[in-house]
């Protein structure tokens, strides 16, 4: 299985049909289609209706089928990047945090490689559409919580601590850990004190419109070890 550095959405409160439609609409605001040729009408799915194998469909019967069956992953494309969007509206199957609802962008590691012989952004401009989709979407959606890694068994990120807990530690904001990227929302600055994550010893800070602050750790997902993530947790008190 191909490595992927994956953004996660999760929300308190299980996803609607609204919620779907609230999401590729603001994905497509974004400037995001669901085809090379920047078509939208259909995507390349997987789920239920599709007998777990990606094929085109058109996309309201896409979301349809995720609204239906609780789960589904589509392809989406950001500024010459592919994302894997998988949705989990309830988190009852327990992928891949139990209870959680989810949405989770997924974007191959080949696009964090220095030199590739295909056509694709660089890894800034990788980073500045993830950067800003993630955002983009935060704003419009709401959720409780987002984090960004790499799904690497590497030595910074062999123990994913989410793995653990669900929407109780969530709705208490008891957060173990940082990640390569995350949106801390207004009540995790309270938390951790605005000045305290606005002087994070990290690659890119920026404080958003609504109060969340987004810290995003290193130039790559795969450039993270045990002492750029200790002094990250050292800093906002993790270690304490």
């Known amino acids: 299985m191909s490595e992927t550095t994956n953004i996660n959405f999760l929300f308190g409160d299980a996803l609607t049909r609204s919620s779907l439609d609230t999401f590729v609409d603001e994905c497509f605001d974004f400037g995001c289609t669901t085809r090379q040729d920047g078509q939208t009408d259909t995507v390349s799915y997987l789920g239920a209706l599709t007998d ?26 950001c500024n010459g990047v592919v994302l894997l969007a998988y949705v989990n509206t309830t988190g009852n199957d327990g992928r891949p945090f139990p209870g959680v609802p989810i949405i989770s962008l997924s974007v191959d590691r080949v696009y964090f490689h220095d030199e590739v012989e295909i056509d694709i952004p660089t890894i800034d401009e990788t980073v500045r559409t993830l950067t800003g989709l993630t955002t983009h979407l935060s704003a419009a959606m709401d959720p ?11 030595s910074a990120y062999e123990e994913y601590p989410f793995l653990d807990f669900g929407l109780d530690e969530l709705r208490t904001r ?11 929302r207004p009540a995790d600055v309270e938390q951790f004190g605005r000045e305290t994550l606005l002087s994070a010893p990290v690659w890119q800070v920026q404080e958003l419109p609504d109060g969340s602050i987004l810290l995003v750790m290193t130039e790559s997902p795969y ?18």
């Open 223 to 240: 450039r993270i070890d045990y002492d750029t993530r200790g002094r990250v947790r050292t800093h906002l008190g993790l270690d304490d």
């Open 174 to 184: 008891e957060i173990p850990d940082v990640f390569w990227l995350n949106i801390y």
């Open 52 to 77: 777990h194998d990606f094929d085109y469909v058109g996309l309201e019967e896409a979301l349809s089928d995720i609204d239906r069956h609780e789960y589904g992953s589509f392809q989406l494309r």
């Open 144 to 154: 409780i919580h987002v984090a960004g890694y790499n799904s690497a068994s590497d």
